[in-house]
């Protein structure tokens, strides 16, 4: 459909006013620029122009139509104006076509013309441009390889060192190699190549180097046993010379260590002999050095290796960190150690050895280990070391061994103070181990004290001969002016053979405690105290333990415990020459403020006074013995007219055994004293447990029936008690002062064989009563008794005004006793 039909199909529009047309031209135009404008979209513009105002399209399509015809017009006047110039260039160019294919011709004819004539010399020139270029070539070929030749060498030079095991000076080589020479030639792939390899060959070499220090870590833990062997043999040797040393101080000689397992001088190691000349000779032939016994050339080269390629801390870390761990398997010892001192010493010498070494270390190198570090692990060690020793040390049973293991503490300490560690603590340990040195060497002294109170016989020293006297008296302080003053032999001693023996024995036991002391850097004075207090600890516990389990073994009998007072008498006498022994010894006067006493008198005393006892309680159990043979007839009419046979046994056996007493010597004052008194006691004790015999056998509750035959039996059996009282069986009572012992007995039987109740009744509670001791209570449980008797054996008594008499009286008798148990109880 042309334009035209469109516009005719389409309404008039309506008429707009003049300024409505301005606006309407000026938005068409604004449409148009934007439709001849190919870059923008034109949907929008056309929906712009139908959507505005209605019947737009219309005009829009008028006004389309009028620019179309506009620029119809223009296209025209312009090809009008161009197209006789159009014409004019075309016939100057069919002109020119002529002339210019006949220049073709010429020019082609000259160019085949040239290039045949310079053909040759395009030949020649390419020659000499090829040679030229080779020239070149060749100049700087020799340039860079004149570069590259000492690259190669450097590290031709690497991998000789390299096979050489010279890593220090192949890194140093590498190190030039990386700054110098690869930097000028780095363009090259070979140099590439080695610029790659050279941090593979460094970890080659740190892992070269590593390996060299682990098997230098295992070859020095090895080896520590004996570079500790050889520091403590010479510090031993420095101990051993130490008094020719104190006397070339004093005399002013010069003195030059004579060991140092580390190159280092120490100030108390050595021995220098110096003659007449002046010159000197060195006591020891050769001074070890730990060079001499361990090659610490690793450490140094795996130190410098690292340091070069500046990985030192992982070093000293690694290095630490391994000496860390190897001083803990050191440290933890065997368990069987505490059975021979060769176990101490091994475990002493690895110890030694181990901070000997890092002594070295760390003196050899700059820093490698620092004083902190090996402070610490000496720290570390010493307590480990304590408490290993303090635990073995508790299993040793052997005094000798614990006396040997004392000696290696001191030459441990010793060595390793020489380095500089300090060791108090060690010194200190030293007080532990003696304690457990005196326990076992209690423990050996008791089993010693044992054996000579089981082979002792218990009476006094026979002498036969003035050399025997002589070599008893050697043995113990023995001094009695009238045994010294008897010529005649033989002779006896009142103590018995385990006295002297008990004394030698403890001088014994103090050298064994002295020999702990020596090399312990301690004063006499406290030498002396722990003497002192070691031998009191022997005095007061185990011989007084020892004296204790011997009194009350069953086959010691009464001889035998007046043996023991006897012998403790005279150690308690020699207790003084003790003290003189030990202020011989440690040259300390007793007089010294703070000195110990020695507390032998009370172990002594009290041991005495055991015996004593001992012998009371068996004394007593004889007795008992005897009392229970009795077989008393209760229900007897009359008495037999004589005592029973067991009391004559027991008051036999009494005057026997009193007899001892008497063959103790009288010769001496403590001893007449002594024994006096024990006797005096003893007989009063068995008086007195006879009396509270025979007194509960007539009360026993089992008895239910006594006659008056039997009350007569009894009573003389009393009667020869009071005889043996009164017969002065032991010297020394005044008076009737053991008949005592029977008078509660006395009194009660001769109440019920006088029949006197009236007297006891009348009279009871009177200071001055005739029957004084006999209880209401007793008298009544005997009557009792008799009246039970009465009844059972007088069936026809009730026929006999007599017996009725008597019974009636014995049932009065009985109601009054009771009523005076009863006000006594109320």
């Not at 006013?17 to 979209?41: D, H, T």
């Not at 635990?391 to 052997?398: G, L, N």
């Not at 390793?416 to 076992?440: A, C, I, K, S």
Request: with cysteine; net charge negative; hydrophobic share 35%.
């Amino acid at each position: 459909m042309s334009v035209d039909r469109v516009h005719a199909a389409l309404p008039d529009p309506p008429l707009q006013s003049e300024e409505e047309n301005r606006e309407e031209e000026k938005a068409f135009g604004n449409a148009f620029a934007e439709l001849e404008s190919v870059e923008l979209p034109l949907g929008t513009t056309l929906r712009s122009i139908y959507d505005d105002q209605p019947n737009a399209h219309k005009r829009f399509m008028e006004k389309l139509d009028a620019r179309i015809r506009n620029h119809d017009r223009e296209i025209e006047k312009m090809c009008n104006f161009h197209h006789q110039g159009f014409v004019d260039a075309i016939t100057e160019l069919l002109k020119v076509r002529a002339d210019a294919e006949k220049l073709m011709g010429q020019v082609t004819d000259t160019n085949r013309r040239l290039q045949e004539a310079g053909r040759e010399v395009t030949a020649q020139t390419e020659e000499v441009i090829r040679c030229r270029i080779q020239q070149r070539n060749m100049a700087t070929t020799v340039e860079k390889l004149q570069l590259c030749i000492p690259v190669l060498e450097m590290y031709s030079k690497l991998k000789e060192q390299l096979e050489s095991k010279r890593y220090y000076a192949a890194l140093k080589t590498m190190e030039q190699l990386e700054k110098v020479y690869i930097p000028r030639v780095s363009h090259y792939r070979f140099c590439q190549i080695m610029a790659e390899n050279l941090p593979r060959l460094r970890e080659e070499i740190k892992e070269i180097s590593m390996s060299d220090l682990k098997d230098f870590l295992e070859s020095i833990r090895k080896h520590s046993d004996k570079v500790g062997e050889t520091a403590m043999r010479q510090a031993q040797q420095h101990r051993t010379f130490n008094s020719a040393v104190a006397k070339q101080a004093s005399t002013g000689h010069y003195t030059k260590p004579m060991y140092s397992l580390n190159g280092r001088t120490h100030t108390h190691n050595g021995l220098m002999i110096e003659d007449d000349s002046g010159e000197e000779e060195e006591a020891d032939e050769e001074v070890l050095t730990a060079q001499d016994l361990v090659d610490f050339s690793p450490v140094y080269r795996c130190l410098h290796i690292y340091t070069v390629l500046g990985d030192r801390e992982t070093f000293e870390n690694y290095y630490r960190k391994q000496r860390k761990k190897q001083a803990r398997l050191v440290l933890q010892p065997q368990a069987n150690m505490h059975e021979t001192v060769e176990g101490y010493r091994r475990y002493f010498n690895q110890i030694v050895g181990f901070f000997v070494v890092e002594d070295h270390i760390l003196h050899a190198t700059q820093g490698l280990v620092t004083r902190a570090f090996t402070d610490e692990l000496w720290n570390m060690a010493l307590s480990k070391i304590i408490a290993v020793l303090r635990t073995h040390s508790s299993y040793c049973e052997d005094p000798d061994l614990v006396l040997e293991l004392k000696n290696l503490i001191v030459i441990f300490a010793d060595t390793l103070q020489g380095y500089g560690f300090p060791v108090n603590r060690l010194f200190d340990l030293l007080f532990e181990v003696r304690d457990q040195y005196n326990e076992t060497l209690l423990k050996k002294w008791a089993l010693v004290f044992r054996e000579i109170f089981e082979l002792d016989n218990y009476s006094p020293i026979p002498v036969e001969t003035e050399e025997e006297y002589k070599h008893v008296v050697s043995r113990f302080p023995f001094h009695d002016t009238e045994i010294e003053k008897q010529q005649d032999f033989p002779k006896k001693l009142p103590m018995s053979q385990s006295v002297p023996q008990i004394y030698t024995q403890v001088k014994e036991f103090i050298y064994a405690s002295l020999k702990f002391s020596e090399s312990l850097h301690r004063s006499s004075t406290e030498i002396d105290d722990m003497l002192r207090k070691s031998t009191n600890l022997l005095l007061t516990r185990t011989l007084s333990s020892c004296l204790q389990n011997l009194i009350k073994k069953p086959h010691i009998g009464l001889t035998e415990l007046v043996q023991i007072i006897i012998n403790t008498t005279h150690l308690e006498q020699a207790c003084r020459y003790l003290e003189e022994f030990i202020t011989n010894i440690t040259n300390v006067s007793p007089e010294t403020v703070h000195t110990t006493r020695l507390y032998g008198l009370s172990t002594f005393k009290d041991a005495r006074h055991a015996a004593e006892g001992e012998i009371y309680t068996k004394l007593n159990q004889k007795i008992d013995e005897f009392i229970q043979l009795a077989d008393y007839e209760w229900g007897m009419a009359e008495s037999d007219g004589r005592a029973s046979g067991y009391l004559m046994d027991l008051i036999n056996f009494l005057r026997s055994t009193f007899q001892v007493f008497t063959h103790l010597p009288n010769n001496n004052n403590d001893h007449a004293s002594m024994s006096g008194k024990v006797a005096q006691t003893a007989c009063m004790s068995a008086c007195k447990h006879l009396s509270t015999s025979l007194m509960q056998m007539l009360l026993d509750t089992e008895l239910k029936q006594i006659s008056m035959g039997a009350i007569q039996q009894f009573n003389l059996d009393v009667i020869q008690c009071e005889l043996f009282a009164s017969s002065e069986p032991v010297p020394g009572f005044q008076g009737d002062t053991l008949q005592l012992a029977f008078i509660d007995l006395r009194q009660l039987l001769d109440l019920f064989m006088v029949w006197d109740w009236s007297t006891y009744l009348a009279d009871y509670g009177q200071p001055t009563s005739k029957y004084l001791r006999v209880n209401p209570a007793t008298a009544l449980a005997l009557l009792e008794k008799m009246k039970d008797t009465s009844k059972k054996n007088n069936i026809f008594s009730q026929f006999r005004k007599n017996d009725r008499d008597k019974q009636k009286l014995i049932e009065t008798v009985v109601k009054q006793l009771r009523s005076l148990v009863n006000g006594m109880s109320s």
